[in-house]
């Protein structure tokens, strides 16, 4: 029997460290863990497929991923001091960096393969450094490794996947998704964040071009949106881009720093607010995708408002339900 959802982690991504003031910190992971495990959630901790370190190259140049490797090896040992920075005061790495980001995307490639294989319906992989903002040269935003993308280009050469959408709900845009997949016709990429705001892209009128014209939806909202406010734009333009795209597969970057707890984000969502979008997705997936659909922890720096949002869209992703074929 296929499982309706797997959740992924591994105990080995709470080492990338950041230094005790760092808003991305293995805390906030190890929060989302406990509270999925108390709430009977297991998690599963497949090995990284062996094209991982390969499939990198499907979005970053291969000089850029060298390049963290080299930065990382003078690094600190977690989280003693003074941290290297790699391209921005933002990008702290520590001797464990490169590995638990080359993991990250590795625990992303393995739920993909599940949910293509028909192992499980729906994947959740828990980890961090997260990776929406990093772009095919240059780490920014706590990000050195744009799994969400590398996942994406992947499914396509492993599993011949025609059409993918990534859907983004972090309260910050994801410039490194949206740069990957700007000309592309196959890759849709739906985007609902706080505007203006970090890193200053994402307006209404970014939407693509050559092939891939119409294809970048982005859904701009003020500070202090509400559930109403921020699930309900997203869904509309969810319901808009999939009348003219439909996916093979969805994936999710499922950033919970909209959170009305959020230190950086500025927003009032609830748990409600991040199982509405969950839902819409689920949805989508059931009915162009076979139900396929894998969701990836993005931001989320409140420990306990990261948990909520996480385990309102753990839930969501669990409800099972026949899909569309």
């Known amino acids: 029997m296929t499982d309706p959802l797997r959740v992924y982690h591994d105990p080995l991504v709470l080492r990338h460290g950041t230094g005790a003031f760092h808003p991305e910190g293995p805390q906030r992971v190890a929060s989302v863990v406990k509270a999925l495990e108390t709430a009977g959630f297991e998690m599963g901790r497949p090995p990284s497929p062996e094209r991982t370190r390969d499939s990198l190259a499907l979005v970053h140049d291969p000089s850029y991923v060298e390049r963290v490797r080299e930065a990382v090896s003078l690094g600190p040992e977690e989280d003693d001091r003074p941290f290297t920075l790699l391209d921005s005061p933002d990008n702290p790495v520590s001797r464990s960096t490169f590995d638990v980001a080359v993991r990250t995307v590795g625990l992303l490639l393995a739920a993909v393969d599940d949910v ?3 192992t499980a319906r ?3 992989v828990v980890t961090r450094p997260p990776g929406h903002h990093a772009r ?3 780490a920014m935003g706590f990000c050195f490794f744009n799994a969400v993308a590398v996942a994406a280009r992947d499914v396509q050469r492993r599993h011949g996947a025609g059409r993918v959408l990534v859907a983004d709900f972090d309260v910050h845009h994801g410039n490194g998704t949206q740069e990957t997949f700007w000309e592309d016709g196959s890759v849709a990429y739906l985007s609902v964040h706080r505007y203006p705001f970090y890193p200053g892209t994402g307006s209404i009128d970014e939407t693509g071009s050559g092939p891939g014209l119409g294809l970048t939806a982005n859904v701009p909202v003020g500070a202090g949106a509400d559930d109403d406010e921020y699930a309900g734009g997203f869904e509309a333009a969810l319901d808009g881009l999939l009348g003219r795209f439909h996916p093979d597969l969805v994936l999710v970057s499922a950033g919970f720093d909209g959170h009305r707890s959020d230190p950086l ?3 009032r969502l609830t748990g409600d607010g991040f199982a509405r979008m969950t839902k819409g997705l689920v949805a989508a997936a059931d009915t162009f ?3 396929r659909l894998v969701s990836v922890l993005e931001g ?3 420990p306990a408002g990261t948990a909520e949002g ?5 839930h ?4 099972d339900r026949e899909p569309s074929h």
Do not use: C
Not at 310 to 314: D, E
Not at 316 to 319: G, I, P, S, T, V
């Open 116 to 118: 293509m294989t028909g």
């Open 316 to 319: 969501a992703l669990r409800e």
């Open 265 to 267: 984000g500025g927003m």
């Open 289 to 291: 995708a076979s139900g």
């Open 300 to 302: 989320g720096y409140d």
């Open 310 to 314: 996480a385990l309102a869209h753990a």
């Open 122 to 124: 729906r994947g959740f």
């Open 136 to 138: 095919a040269a240059e």
